[in-house]
């Protein structure tokens, strides 16, 4: 079977993930059959998925009808010979493994035998559940995140039985649907995700038990040094401390660690009632039941505690499942990034952190708690007696050559010769440009010009976003004359677009506004898959600043353009790539690397050359063919002149590769 053949597509159960699933399948034109007990269960959900595609086509993010898109979902009380001709099954029932025995001993007597049998489980054992079929060969886990619609996530988990066709059909039905999902190679409880924060949340725990830390420091440091869109304790409350205890209860039943208590602090808080948002207190203290906002923690809180300490029980995790060979090293990273919403893979954390110093942390933390789960797994002990520490030797989970990394208050330059990144280093605000950042961008390219061990520059974000444009809470004091005096951002963006060196941007998420004009200054605009592009400047009263009215055009037409600006609608990777507006489209768990060797096999070539040809594309596409061509054969007949073409003649007459000085 292959995802081509699936047709029709059966989900069962139309509560929270239920009827986000259902949706999802509808808006990628299957046929879907909702089933759930009860016909109010069924109509519930329905006008709650009605809600959704009216806010996503408001949106401009789905292309048909909200109507259209809805006649392809039948609903179905109970389970009958009505779906006996769906192709894929997604079970999304209550988290209780006699109920899901019973749907999958049901399913497998009603649906064809070619027919795959998911779950939407996220912590029951796959194999199990595919106990209760003839079919275990084509049962597989396919958990979503919260909300589907939303989350660009989905793990894909093999049972002890699941064939590999059934797991890869499985992973490219995911993609149909616009996801980006992980193969998880064995039934573990928990998946990835889920493994990876609850190693997050025990040292947290430690951490404030033992009276190295409070609540809010964690907070700090999680929010300040590490980039997290939420603290510990505050995502524990904005999901429910009840949530966090009744997950902690049931450790020793899935078999997840054996040693680990439940942590008292959550305990207390679940005795005393105190749940979170949903009670108006938890940790934190909101306004009333079900009001979140976000609490104010004091940036000094961050220097009291060593991030690492937060982050060393995640990575032994993450280097136990890839040692065990349960996931790669990539997907890993990658589910992390999009299921938690953190700016980098936990392996990208541990080489910047330093592997010798996540060891070191453990240690501290086993020393404090007792717990064996502390214990440095032998990837990490192998990798320190190696010397492969991490960035500051130039090789950890990743390898990176001799590198050097410098933090602004807004960017992290880190040179790796002949390449440079500028990493626009707002996550928290989704790298939106302020004063600041664009003053620091300004003087990082002036720098970074001057420097002969640079020859590509590649500027990109940290976190889920390139830029989401301006900081738009800075508009609220200007008036009109101050706005025209603001030729900051304008001039960065010129000085972009006619730099001496070539410059890549790597859209690894949203590029709204003028992040998005930005990017369309630099020579070369890669995109994550995952990425959505737009000016939406127009909802809120203005138009693109930064000569979005003028590239925009020049890349993708007129019309497109006027579409885009006026409509104030993102537009996918895929649409933009089609539109000529990205020039090359990469997978997200391979981003950095394939934007690295894009701009490495830029970076042999000569940099007169290079220069040369930019500004005869860039000066020449602004004036008349024949002034064009003049300023093309001026430029040409110069190059003659450089020691780099008498290096190029002599190496391509030789069949060698040419070592180009910029001479």
Known sequence: ??????????????????????????????????????????????????????????????????DTIMSRITTI???????????????????????????????????????????????????????ATKRPDKVVGMHFFNPPVLMQLVEVMKGDKTSDETAKVTYDLAKKFGK????????????????????????????????????????????????????????????????????????EELGIRDDIPICSLIEQKFKNNELGVKTGKGFYTYPAPGKYVKPELPKELADKLNPVLILAGAVNEAARLLREGIASRDDIDLGVRLGLGLPKGIFQYADELGIDNVIKALEDLKALSGYSVFSPDPLLTQMVGENKLGIKTGSGFYTYGKVEEKKLNTLIIRIEPPLAWIILNRPERLNALNPELVSELDKSLDELEGRSDVRVVIITGNGRAFSAGADVSSFI???PIDVIRLRTLRNVVNKIALYTKPIIAGINGFALGGGLELAMACDIRIASEVAQLGQPEIN???????????????????????????TGDMVSADDAYKMGLVDLIV???????????????IAEKSPISLLAAKLAIELGYESNIWTGQTLESTLFGLLFTTKDVEEGVKAFLEKRKPQFKGE
């Open 1 to 66: 079977m292959k995802v081509e053949d699936i047709k029709k597509i059966l989900v069962v159960g139309a509560g929270t993930m239920g009827h986000g699933i259902a949706e999802i399948a509808a808006i990628s034109g299957y046929k879907v059959y909702l089933s759930d007990i009860s016909q109010d269960i069924l109509n519930n959900a329905l006008e709650r998925i009605r809600w959704s595609l009216s806010k996503l086509q408001e949106r401009g993010q789905i292309k048909e009808s909200v």
């Open 77 to 131: 009380v109970g389970l009958d010979k009505t779906v006996s001709d769906a192709d894929f099954s997604i079970e999304a029932s209550t988290e209780r493994m006699d109920i899901k025995r019973q749907v999958f001993s049901k399913l497998d007597e009603l649906l064809p035998s070619h027919a795959i049998l998911a779950t939407n489980t996220s912590s029951l054992p796959i194999t199990k559940i595919a106990e």
């Open 540 to 566: 809120i009263g203005v138009i693109p600043g930064a000569g979005g009215t003028q590239r925009l055009p020049r890349l993708v037409g007129k019309g497109k353009a006027k579409l885009m600006i006026y």
């Open 587 to 601: 997978p997200a768990n391979r981003f950095e690397e394939e934007v690295r060797r894009v701009a490495l096999k």
């Open 180 to 251: 980006q999902p992980i193969m998880i190679n064995k039934d573990v409880p928990g998946y990835v995700v889920n493994r990876i924060l609850g190693q997050i949340n025990v040292a947290s725990c430690v951490l404030v038990e033992k009276k190295v830390a409070d609540y809010r420091e964690v907070d700090a440091v999680a929010r300040y040094k590490l980039g997290f869109p939420m603290g510990v304790y505050e995502l524990i409350d904005y999901t429910g401390v009840d949530v966090a205890y009744y997950v902690s209860k049931s450790r």
């Open 477 to 479: 004091t200007l008036r």
